[in-house]
């Protein structure tokens, strides 16, 4: 069955006028249910206070200094430059003294550990060929090779394997055991 349009229309707003009659006649049964029941307190209306007036209780004043941001050292200042963190030292000359006894001497640099892992070599003369792993990549050298621009094979023995960390010129040992 077909309904009309108007007649339709009129349903919702019907429908709907009844529902808010619902929800406000259930928000006064609420207040009524529980001012019978005993309610532990009872609502009680804020005081307004405008600027230049005073209620009955007094307001904490606030500090709005405290809200105040610390000037920059120097606004036109590049915003991402190095910026240090640290405090500033003490001031004195037995200050100055105790900090410096304080603070020991950055240990040079130090080459990372070799991330090659041994597989073998092969002696043809005087030609030694040695093949090591680098994480998936199986790489085949001979002394002089320089691998990634980062090491290079020096020598190999029959127990070791040396190699130069190129950034550091620092030498590093691949134990290889006796075959």
């Keep these: 069955m077909k309904m009309d349009p ?11 006028a009844l529902t808010l009659v619902a929800v406000r ?3 006064k049964l609420t207040d009524v249910t529980e001012a019978s029941a ?13 600027p230049g007036t005073t209620t009955g209780q007094q307001a904490p004043a606030l500090d709005l200094g ?6 920059a050292v120097d606004p036109n200042g590049d915003p991402f430059g190095a910026r ?16 410096a006894a304080a603070v020991p001497p950055q240990p040079p640099p130090q080459a990372p550990p070799l991330p090659f ?6 002696s043809e003369d005087r030609d030694t060929t040695v093949f090591l792993a680098m994480g998936e990549r199986n790489l085949v050298l001979k002394p002089g090779d320089v691998i990634d621009n980062i090491y ?4 190999v023995s029959d127990s070791a394997v ?4 190129l950034p550091l010129s620092q030498r590093q040992t691949l134990s290889i055991g006796t075959p």
């Design 6 to 16: 108007k007649l339709r229309a009129a349903l919702w707003i019907g429908a709907l």
């Design 25 to 27: 006649w259930a928000d």
């Design 38 to 50: 005993g309610a532990v307190a009872e609502a009680t209306p804020r005081a307004r206070a405008t």
């Design 66 to 71: 405290k809200l105040r941001r610390a000037p």
């Design 84 to 99: 240090s963190f640290r405090p500033d030292p003490p001031k004195g000359k037995a200050a100055s003294s105790a900090a």
């Design 117 to 122: 892992a041994y597989i073998g070599r092969l």
């Design 152 to 155: 290079k094979l020096e020598e």
């Design 162 to 165: 040396v190699l130069t960390y």
